[in-house]
């Protein structure tokens, strides 16, 4: 790790961890300049899930012209920006080396100094950013309790400052936004299905069907959604199509129910075990509207930060702004910087009980 000298003031980041590519500009107060961004879901859709080579293989397309595009539109050029972010960890490979290779031959081409940041980070810091149409409240800070719960993680952390995260809940088999597209898939709706689901479920019965909510009870912060899933495939293996179709959405509405009592349940769970009543909920499921209104019931006994969808789904802002703040701490990566599949340990501590 090297270290920079010159205060950052603004950095482009790129995001490519999975399917999305993401660029950003973003200043040190969290300001988001500009940000673009690439999605891929349409090339995804036949095959019902992400293709790891599909994935970067649009990257490396869509990524340098995203990147002019973003400096364009904000009006700026490379002498305007001191640092340069990307997401090195954890991701699917070859989508994350298209954003390091691209960052760091920038980098060597401009002398602008570089950093990989940890993609759970972002989602992390994310409630700080802001732009011309948001701003969090003016008394946000840590320490929190974030809920990041997306297609590739669910778990819980204790964010008691900038660097300083405690893992205190995960799940122990599928994240949230699988089982989401999964079970969409099983009542005949498209990918990526949690937002098909969310649609229908607003049209159902949630109490229509039973649907397990595993390890609810139990005294710990530790999810499941696999029983959720077989549960959900054994009750469709026996109905009929037609009878598949005519409760589609009381399927959804049920299923999604089952889903929200449970990310619900643990995450108050953890304000409770930590005395903690602020709290972040990130991650692309956090989009959905059952999600939303369950935790604005708890207003105002809790403080409930939900960033805007932009910034909740995969995107670069994130990744800017955690990259700004280490760079800021003088750490920064030279040409060995390369990507790693795994949550890399030393970027948290755990409290798993
Ligand atoms: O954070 P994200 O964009 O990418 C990663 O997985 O990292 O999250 C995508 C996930 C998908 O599983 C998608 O189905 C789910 O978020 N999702 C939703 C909704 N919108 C997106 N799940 C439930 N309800 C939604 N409205
Ligand atoms: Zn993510």
Known sequence: MNQTKNKVTRVLAVETSCDDTSVAIVESSGQVLTMVSAHQDLEHAPY????PEIASRNHSLSLLPLIQHCLDKAGL???????????NRPGLIGSLIVGIMTLKSISQAYGIPLIGVNHLEGHLLAPFLKD????????????????????GHT??????????????????????????DKFAKMVGLGYPGGVQVDQCAKLGDKNKFQFPRSLILEDNLMMSFSGLKSA???????????QIDSDRNNLCASFQEAIVDVLVSKTLKAAGR?????????????ANSRLREKFSELLPNYQIVCPPIRYCTDNAAMIGYAGLLRLNRGESNDLLLGPSSQLYEKDFSYDLQ
């Open 48 to 51: 019902g899930g992400i293709v």
């Open 77 to 87: 050029s490379w002498s305007d920006i001191q640092g340069l972010a990307v997401t």
């Open 132 to 151: 011309e149409s948001y701003l969090p409240p003016a008394d946000f800070n840590y320490p929190y309790i974030a809920l990041a719960v997306s297609g």
């Open 155 to 180: 778990s819980l952390y204790w964010v008691k400052g900038f660097s300083d995260y405690v893992v205190i809940g995960s799940t122990k088999d599928d994240a949230a936004g699988e089982a989401f």
């Open 232 to 242: 959900a495939h054994r009750l469709l293996e026996k109905m009929p199509k037609e």
């Open 274 to 286: 930590y005395s903690c009543n602020r709290l972040v909920i990130t991650g692309g499921v956090s």
